[in-house]
């Protein structure tokens, strides 16, 4: 079956970087679009990116340019993204989420998430 | 950005009854050219990711319950639970894919 899963939870500092991996099996990876989206303790769903896995080119919310960096590794069938210059505002719970096959910006199988918290 | 804005934030319904769910975009998700909505409905439960329930604003996702169906068009959208069953409480988000920046509504906690 379609699986994404992301790695594990991550306690980083202020102005440090986190990276979030997310590993798709159970489809062809260079066939569907992957998107990242956030969710803030007790908040709603933020998209911050989609990136398209056959080339890698990548669209970013305009709030996260310059601090957010999505990539794939074809061979692993893996999905990252790196988000730098770390503040409190960005304790959040990070999903990776595919897009579906009728639309690359609908999101039809979601990861676990992964919880970042942003602490000194 | 188009902003999502739904309605109740929070809702309490009792088992059985109808739960009636409004979302609303600053402008139209409909596109003209092939006449589709492109909105989309999300159920999250608790300590899990968001499941998609509905899209082109009326398409039930493979596996939901017939219960759960969609409505609306243009601006003005509606998800409805026709026999709310326990296992249907839950954060309730919609969502536009019609343009960049992709775009989530605040929510709405539906509760029994």
């Known amino acids: 079956q379609v699986q994404l899963v992301q790695s594990g939870a991550e306690v980083k500092k202020p102005g440090a970087s986190v990276k979030v991996s997310c590993k798709a099996s159970g489809y062809i990876f260079n066939s569907y679009y992957l998107h990242w989206v956030r969710q803030a303790p007790g908040q709603g769903l933020e998209w911050m990116g989609i990136?398209?896995?056959?080339?890698?080119?990548?669209t970013y919310a305009q709030k996260l340019q310059g601090r957010l960096t999505m990539t794939r590794d074809t061979s692993a069938s893996t999905f990252y993204m790196e988000l730098s210059r770390l503040s409190s505002e960005d304790t959040a719970v990070y999903y990776c989420a595919r897009a579906s096959y009728w639309n690359n910006y609908l999101m039809d199988v979601w990861g676990q998430g992964t919880t970042v918290t942003v602490s000194s | 950005d188009i902003v999502m804005t739904q309605s109740p934030d929070s809702l309490a319904v009792s088992l059985g009854e109808r739960a009636t769910i409004n979302c609303k975009s600053s402008q139209s998700v409909l596109y003209s050219s092939n006449n589709m909505n492109y909105l989309a409905w999300y159920q999250q439960k608790p300590g899990q990711p968001p499941k998609l329930l509905i899209y082109w604003a009326s398409t039930r996702e493979s596996g939901v319950p017939d219960r759960f169906s969609g409505s609306g068009s243009g601006t003005d959208f509606t998800l409805t639970i026709s026999s709310l069953q326990a296992e249907d409480v839950a954060v309730y988000y919609c969502?536009?894919?019609?343009?960049?920046?992709?775009?989530f509504g605040q929510g709405t906690k539906l509760e029994i």
């Open positions: 990136i398209n896995p056959s080339g890698g080119s990548t």
């Open positions: 969502h536009q894919y019609y343009s960049t920046p992709s775009t």
